[in-house]
């Protein structure tokens, strides 16, 4: 029986473990990359674990999210991440450079290797035949560090493209496709591997935005095979010798097959307020406030070239704002050298950064009741800063027809000709703006910056013996981790736990963080219900470390997604899940509730435990692998990976 690629790559890399169907298993990272919102506590705690040097072939460190710079907060962060970058031999992205998934694909990402990311979208390299994850920054500092990376032997999802994608119907029509079959939640532990004679029309930029969105479905990563359309990419971004040709066998067997006919898809939209929440634009005439094109998702050079042809000589209609982020340098100098970016300039565009900006409410949120059309990948209601705007992500030709007409609007019906673009044969390379790691000798010198906003990682305890506790709060299903700990004007506090743990659900409930921590001072463990897909959407470990300083013991849900299942472990909260479904019923807010000999059941491995709430006994199940154990044991893998150094 034939290997699937993924198959394929998980083998040649595993590194602990053996490669059977849900059990455990580690594997070694050759590349990982961290941006600026997420990497600052990553490298704090690569510090606090006494690592000394990195072990990947490559490491990459990205300031992209947090470049807005209203105060000192964000500049502490980047004056900390150069120095530590240059100090372990990291390569450094300077603000401007671009969004870390688009820089990664363009100079960094290699067919066939294992990247982990502590950002969630960092599967846009699987359009490279990369093997690209997102995880906690924890587990990335783990990974630098030379530790392997664990995850459940998944099962793999063969999305099998046939046919050609018709005229103004683009990847991004792709990805809202897949999301309209796999919808996002239920695909926990999946990988999906893309195959069919359908592929090989698409680009290497056109596969990343499908790989980037498979975020949203909640599989672990999405991948491309590794054909002449990757030769081309690396070719073109001068890197022909990194190629090799990589694909899943004849014979591989998958655990799931998804037929999808290119010809059949039409410009598609996630309406509000999920990505998985498909229509057809065609069935959407919406009077348009508000246009973002940009994010990791669709910035790439086609994208925003076949947007300026669109709206060339053209004008914005009043009442219509239109705010452009190219993704990375190399793609905004290029439009700006052949002229593109002044037809967009001229047609009423707002030219933004090359950063993350909009895409995580960090700038530009729209207006009260507005509709804004956004070619990234969340539309969460409040992620764009504005809790009661509309957002609907649709790809860069459905945003550009909706900036021209000021409607959403379907592109076939603008009567105009189709800008066919191609991808260059020859990207211009310019990599000045990535600083290369010293030599060895020269980084025992440099002295690590700490400004004020540069914070210790918090520690945890050890596990009680029970759980004795409140439940603080209860949410409903799909809660994301948007709503668990906001970004967009919050978002500097990253490296600041105490201040940043203040607004712990704040879009849900304001007074979370002042009643939890009460409970913690008087002694009781805060527990958290939720119901379906707890946790969806970012990798951030803040919505696992904050509520663990606000005294958080354990989550009990329906189901809890896979990043954040891994962030609750790190850091000694313990994922319980519900036997019956309908127990989440019977605790509501307030309760008093006991879990006792928790301690005792992560010990000997118990997979059921009983939480008791008055005379209520509710069956907890506990999926938890023996090393997950340890860590919860110890209250988390810092002070667990701590223990064993001194141990050594
Ligand atoms: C996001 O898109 O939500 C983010 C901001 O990129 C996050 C990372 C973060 O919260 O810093 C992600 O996707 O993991
Ligand atoms: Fe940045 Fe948005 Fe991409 Fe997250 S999804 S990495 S915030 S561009």
Redesign the pocket.
């Known amino acids: 029986m034939g290997y699937t690629l993924t198959e394929k790559i998980l083998r040649e890399h595993l590194a602990d473990g053996s490669y059977e169907l849900g059990k455990e298993i580690g594997i070694k990272i050759d590349q990982t990359l961290t941006?600026d919102a997420t990497g600052t506590m990553a490298y704090l705690q690569f510090e606090s674990m006494g690592l000394t040097d990195i072990s990947t072939e490559l490491s990459v460190s990205y300031i992209?999210?947090n470049t807005i710079q209203v105060g000192y907060e964000n500049a502490d962060d980047h004056a900390y991440l150069e120095s530590i970058a240059k100090k372990y031999g990291i390569y450094f992205s300077r603000p401007g450079n671009g969004?870390?998934?688009q820089v990664h694909l363009e100079r960094f990402a290699r067919p066939g290797k294992t990247l982990l990311g502590s950002?969630?979208?960092t599967p846009t390299a699987g359009g490279m035949g990369s093997l690209a994850m997102g995880a906690g920054g924890l587990d990335v500092a783990v990974a630098m560090g030379g530790g392997a990376y664990y995850l459940a032997t998944p099962r793999v999802i063969n999305i099998h493209l046939t046919g050609e994608l018709q005229t103004w119907t683009t990847a991004k029509d792709v990805a809202l496709r897949v999301l309209q079959i796999l919808s996002t939640k239920g695909n926990v532990g999946c990988i999906s591997e893309y195959t069919g004679e359908g592929i090989s029309r698409l680009t290497v930029p056109e596969r990343a935005t499908i790989t980037?969105m498979g975020a949203e479905t909640g599989v672990t990563t999405s991948i491309f095979p590794s054909d002449l359309q990757t030769k081309k990419f690396l070719e073109a971004q001068g890197r022909g010798e990194q190629w090799i040709s990589l694909a899943a066998d004849a014979d591989a067997i998958y655990d799931r097959t998804i037929e999808i006919d290119l010809d059949e898809i039409e410009p598609l939209a996630a309406a509000p307020h999920s990505p998985g929440n498909i229509a057809t634009v065609r069935g959407l005439n919406l009077p348009v406030d508000q246009v973002m094109i940009?994010?990791?998702?669709n910035s790439s050079y086609v994208d925003l070239m076949t947007v300026a042809r669109m709206v060339r000589g053209k004008t914005l209609p009043a009442g219509v704002s239109l705010g452009i982020a190219p993704g990375s340098r190399q793609v905004l100098s290029a439009i700006a050298r052949n002229g593109a970016l002044n037809d967009l300039i001229s047609f009423g565009a707002r030219i933004l950064e090359s950063?993350?900006g909009f895409?995580?409410g960090n700038s530009m949120s729209p207006c009260t009741d507005s509709v804004s059309i956004r070619t990234?990948?969340?539309n969460f209601q409040g992620r764009s800063g504005t809790p009661s705007a509309n957002v609907y992500l649709t790809s860069p030709v459905v945003a550009a027809a909706s900036a021209i007409t000021g409607k959403l609007m379907d592109p076939r019906g603008l009567g105009m000709d189709f800008p066919e673009i191609e991808m260059p044969e020859h990207f211009e390379i310019d990599d000045r703006m990535i600083i290369p790691p010293l030599p060895a000798k020269q980084r025992a010198e440099i002295k690590v910056c700490r400004g004020p906003n540069i914070g210790e990682p918090p520690v945890n305890g050890p596990m009680p013996e029970e759980i004795r506790g409140v439940v603080t709060i209860r949410v409903g299903d799909l809660v994301t981790t948007d709503h668990i700990m906001p970004?967009g004007s919050r978002l500097k506090y990253r490296s600041n736990v105490p201040k940043y743990s203040e607004f712990v659900f704040e879009p849900l409930d304001k007074q979370f963080c002042s009643r939890a921590s009460s409970l913690r001072d008087q002694g009781n463990h805060n527990l958290i219900v939720a119901g379906l897909s707890y946790g969806q959407g970012?990798s951030r470990e803040h919505a696992a470390l904050c509520p663990m300083y606000l005294g958080v013991k354990g989550v009990i849900a329906k189901s809890i997604e896979r990043i954040h299942a891994a962030n609750l472990v790190n850091f000694g909260i313990v994922p319980f899940t519900f036997a019956k479904d309908s127990d989440w019923d019977l605790l509501p807010e307030n309760t008093q509730v006991r879990i006792p000999g928790i301690r005792k059941s992560l010990e000997i491995g118990d997979e059921s435990v009983r939480a008791l709430a008055g005379n209520i006994e509710i069956n907890l199940a506990l999926s938890l692998s023996k090393r997950q154990r340890e860590i919860l044991l110890a209250g988390g893998l810092l002070p667990l990976t701590v223990k064993k150094t001194k141990g050594k």
Request: hydrophobic share 15%; glycine share 4%; charged share 15%.
């Open positions: 941006q992209d999210h969004i870390c998934h950002d969630s979208h980037n940009g994010s990791c998702t950063s993350c895409c995580i990234s990948n969340r970004a970012s």
